[in-house]
C-alpha cells in the first residue's frame, strides 16, 4: 500500500465534497486538536488522540462500555511507545461518525481509521469499525511490532470485575468474545480480519498487559488465551518485517457490542458503583494525558 503523504501543521479547517450540510462534510483538522467525537443513532465514542489514552469511552443507549483502547509499537528492541509519540496527528472525519488520524515523523507513520455504526436508541447494538496501518519512511526494512490493547468495561461500574475474555484459537485465530458473569446476552464479539497475520495475543486481569506495555522492553504477549472472571483485558501483536517506503498492510478490526436493556437490579448496583468508577476513571484519563 502507498504511504500516505506526511503533511505540515496547520490550524486552518479545509472543507471538501459538494454538499453543504455539516454531517456531509469532510473536514480536515489541525493538528493543534486534542479530542474527537464519533456519534451516530444510539452511540457515541470519545477519542483523546493527543495522548496514550486513545479512545477512552464508547457510550450505548448511554452506557460507557469502555475503559481504553490504543495502539502501541516497536521498531527493532527497547521499550513499546504508543502511537501519538510519533507526533500531533492530523485528523480528517467524514460527517459524525467517521474519522482518521496520521501520525508521522521522518521515519514512520501510522495511519488509524474509525467508523461508527450505531443501532436505534434502546437496541442497545453499536459496531466499530478500525484500520490500522503502519508505514516505513526509511531507505531499509524495520523489524516492527506493533500491538493493539483492549479494555472493556461491559455493563460498567457494576460489572467491572466480572469480565471474561476468550481469545479465538485456530480455527477462530483472529477472533475475540468478551462476556459478563451474571449478564447474559451483554457481550462483545471481535473480528480480526487477515492478512497481516496476528503474530501473539494475550488476555490477562487488569493491569498485566498494559503494565507490560508501558514498562517491559522487547515484549512479547504470553499467548493466553482466556482470563477472567474480573478486570479483564485483551491485546494482539503483529510482528513483521516491512521493507523500505513500504508498510505492513492494513489491519481491519470490528467490534459488535450487544447491551442488554438493564434491569431495575442492575440499575441500583450500579448507582452505588458509579461514585468509585468515575473517581477511577477520573484518575487513569488524568495520568494518560500527563503521560
Do not use: C
Not at 504511504?3 to 465534497?17: A, E, M, N
Not at 479530542?35 to 479512545?55: C, E, F, P, V, W
Amino acid at each position: 500500500m502507498k504511504s500516505p503523504k506526511r503533511r505540515l501543521g496547520s490550524r486552518k479547517w479545509q472543507v471538501f465534497g459538494t454538499y453543504p450540510a455539516i454531517l456531509a462534510t469532510a473536514l480536515t483538522i489541525g493538528t493543534s486538536a486534542r479530542a474527537a467525537t464519533l456519534s451516530d443513532k444510539n452511540s457515541l465514542i470519545n477519542l483523546n488522540l493527543n495522548s496514550s489514552a486513545g479512545m477512552t469511552d464508547w457510550f450505548v443507549d448511554g452506557g460507557d462500555q469502555l475503559n481504553q483502547q490504543w495502539v502501541w509499537f516497536r521498531v527493532g528492541s527497547g521499550p513499546q511507545f504508543d502511537i501519538s509519540t510519533l507526533g500531533a496527528p492530523t485528523i480528517t472525519t467524514l460527517g459524525t461518525k467517521q474519522l482518521t488520524a496520521l501520525y508521522a515523523n521522518s521515519q514512520y507513520g501510522v495511519q488509524i481509521s474509525y467508523t461508527l455504526s450505531g443501532g436505534s436508541a434502546g437496541t442497545g447494538t453499536s459496531r466499530l469499525t478500525e484500520q490500522i496501518n503502519f508505514f516505513n519512511y526509511t531507505a531499509s526494512s524495520i523489524d516492527l511490532h506493533l500491538y493493539l490493547y483492549s479494555d472493556f468495561t461491559l455493563g460498567g461500574a457494576s460489572r467491572l470485575n466480572s469480565q471474561n475474555v476468550s481469545i479465538g484459537t485456530t480455527p477462530d485465530f483472529g477472533t475475540v468474545n468478551q462476556t459478563v458473569t451474571g449478564a447474559p446476552g451483554l457481550a462483545n464479539s471481535v473480528a480480526i480480519v487477515a492478512p497481516p497475520t496476528i503474530s501473539r495475543f494475550e488476555a490477562a486481569l487488569y493491569p498485566q498487559t498494559y503494565n507490560e506495555l508501558t514498562t517491559t522492553s522487547n515484549l512479547l504477549l504470553n499467548n493466553n488465551p482466556n482470563a477472567g472472571p474480573g478486570h479483564a483485558t485483551w491485546a494482539m501483536e503483529w510482528d513483521s518485517s516491512v521493507t523500505n517506503n513500504g508498510s505492513l498492510g492494513t489491519i481491519s478490526i470490528t467490534d459488535t457490542l450487544q447491551v442488554p436493556e438493564p434491569s431495575a437490579a442492575a440499575l441500583v448496583l450500579a448507582a452505588f458503583g458509579l461514585g468509585a468508577w468515575l473517581r477511577r476513571k477520573h484518575f487513569f484519563d488524568r495520568s494518560q494525558k500527563t503521560s
